[in-house]
T-cell receptor, first 115, second 112 residues
Framework: GAVVSQHPSWVICKSGTSVKIECRSL??????MFWYRQFPKQSLMLMAT?????????EQGVEKDKFLINHASLTLSTLTVTSAHPEDSSFYIC???????????FGPGTRLTVT | QQQVKQSPQSLIVQKGGISIINCAYE??????FPWYQQFPGKGPALLIA?????SEKKEGRFTISFNKSAKQFSLHIMDSQPGDSATYFC???????????FGQGTELSVKP
């Protein structure tokens, strides 16, 4: 199956700072990637759709100026949490459609803790 | 309606038993229904998926049953094993490679 990686796997930052999370498709190209947020014991909530070479599409209620998404290449999308606050602490997961297009493969997730 | 409703929230099954998780959807535009397995601290892993042109799909111990008219689908895990203990999510998707809308998740515990 297709492999999606994320970096870092966990990060701790201070309130008010920004943190960047990378999502890479390792053995395939992805013109589209998706970013999800998952709070403990809860489901995955779609935050935005990352489109290679164009602007991301954000879900209702997600602040686009706070969660900056860049999809600069066919294998890399980044999510930057700007001016992070403790309530942004969560598990951030990206996904990308595989070669078969129907299947979506998820990265291992990034645990963000804002102190 | 984009929601996918999943039940039960938690499930305890004895080793060797059958685990059954149900999902219902509203959006008739959904044309892809995957199930994901997630272990604590890990990303979800695709388990099995179905498209609405078939009523059942089986892969090993895992079977999806799909009822298009009722807008419901379910996951059956036969001969459940302690290693199956995880959280399971159903989802609905539209178009190839489109975004997925997830159910609330079911925490499965298989007792030895």
């Amino acid at each position: 199956g297709a492999v999606v990686s994320q970096h870092p796997s966990w990060v701790i930052c201070k309130s008010g700072t920004s943190v960047k999370i990378e999502c890479r498709s390792l053995d395939f190209q992805a013109t589209t990637m998706f970013w999800y947020r998952q709070f403990p014991k809860q489901s995955l909530m779609l935050m935005a759709t990352s489109n290679e070479g164009s602007k991301a599409t954000y879900e209702q209620g997600v602040e686009k100026d706070k969660f900056l998404i860049n999809h600069a290449s066919l294998t890399l999308s980044t999510l930057t949490v700007t001016s992070a606050h403790p309530e942004d602490s969560s598990f951030y997961i990206c996904s990308a459609p595989g070669q078969g297009l129907w299947e979506q493969y998820f990265g291992p997730g990034t645990r963000l803790t804002v102190t | 309606q984009q929601q996918v409703k999943q039940s039960p929230q938690s499930l305890i099954v004895q080793k060797g038993g059958i685990s059954i998780i149900n999902c219902a959807y509203e959006n008739t535009a959904f044309d892809y229904f995957p199930w994901y397995q997630q272990f604590p601290g890990k990303g979800p892993a695709l388990l099995i998926a179905i498209r609405p042109d078939v009523s059942e799909k089986k892969e090993g111990r895992f079977t999806i049953s799909f009822n298009k008219s009722a807008k419901q689908f379910s996951l059956h895990i036969m001969d459940s094993q302690p290693g199956d203990s995880a959280t399971y999510f159903c989802a609905g998707g539209v178009n190839q490679g489109g975004k997925l809308i997830f159910g609330q998740g079911t925490e499965l515990s298989v007792k030895p």
